[in-house]
């Protein structure tokens, strides 16, 4: 089952802009990681934050994690038309034996117009 | 490092038909994971490798799914008599030990008619 929900379902911008997407969780999690589909192809990994951490930075991207509202941001900066894809929240539970398997949002749809 | 693998990368088949997808993972990684993706949802997880031991099936995974992974190196994912609620993308994914970034494969798109 999904972990969580992601909001917005669709994003459109303008290249340059900023793009915000936010996720929802349900159970504690051991870190969140968030991953990029282009259209009909596997996920690529762009950035994991841990439990214990709040903010992460990589590039243009920047992570947020709110462990008391179980919610993380995807900040993209200065958008680029090649950012078009969908994005996905996932985690990995905190404790028990989960192997490390990911649990996924519902991903949003990011749309950037050159 | 080569990547994540994943053959055929579609496959359009009958109702009914057996159906084999196979994925290589990044050669150092011993934990491979199967995850099945419908339109517009993400990945959900099928099952997981650890070497050549199948430790986790999730009860997405009904008696018509199997997966192996002998000698701990490749992986098959067997769907028997298919149905049309199969179609979907599987997707592979591998990680090394105790790292938690997982690697994905390209996918396999399987069709059901």
């Known amino acids: 089952s999904q972990q969580g929900e992601e909001d917005p379902q669709a994003l459109s911008i303008q290249e340059g802009e900023n793009a915000t997407m936010n996720c929802s969780y349900k159970?504690?999690?051991?870190?969140l990681q968030w991953y990029r589909q282009n259209s009909g192809r596997g996920l690529v990994h762009l950035i994991l934050?841990?439990?214990?951490?709040r903010e992460k930075h990589s590039g243009r991207l920047r992570v947020t994690l709110d462990t008391s509202k179980k919610s993380s941001s995807l900040l993209i900066t200065a958008s680029r038309a090649a950012d078009t894809a969908s994005y996905f929240c996932?985690?990995?539970?905190?404790?028990?034996?989960?192997?490390?398997?990911?649990?996924f949002g519902q991903g949003t749809i990011l749309t950037v117009h050159p | 490092d080569t990547g994540v693998s994943q053959d055929p990368r579609h496959k359009i088949t009958k109702r009914g038909q057996n159906v084999t997808f196979r994925c290589d993972p990044i050669?150092?990684?011993?934990?491979l994971y199967w995850y099945r993706q419908t339109l517009g949802q993400g990945p959900e997880f099928l099952t997981y490798?650890?070497?050549?031991?199948?430790?986790?099936k999730s009860r997405l995974l009904s008696d018509r799914f199997s997966a192996e992974r002998p000698k701990g190196s490749f992986s098959t994912l067997e769907i028997q008599r298919t149905e049309q609620g199969d179609s979907a993308m599987y997707l592979c994914?591998?990680?090394?030990?105790?790292?938690?970034?997982?690697?994905f494969g390209p996918g396999t798109r399987l069709t059901v008619l």
């Open positions: 994914a591998s990680r090394q030990g105790w790292r938690d970034t997982q690697y």
């Open positions: 159970t504690s999690i051991n870190n």
């Open positions: 934050i841990r439990s214990n951490e």
């Open positions: 996932a985690t990995i539970p905190a404790g028990g034996t989960s192997y490390g398997k990911l649990t």
């Open positions: 050669s150092e990684h011993n934990r």
């Open positions: 490798f650890q070497n050549e031991a199948q430790l986790e």
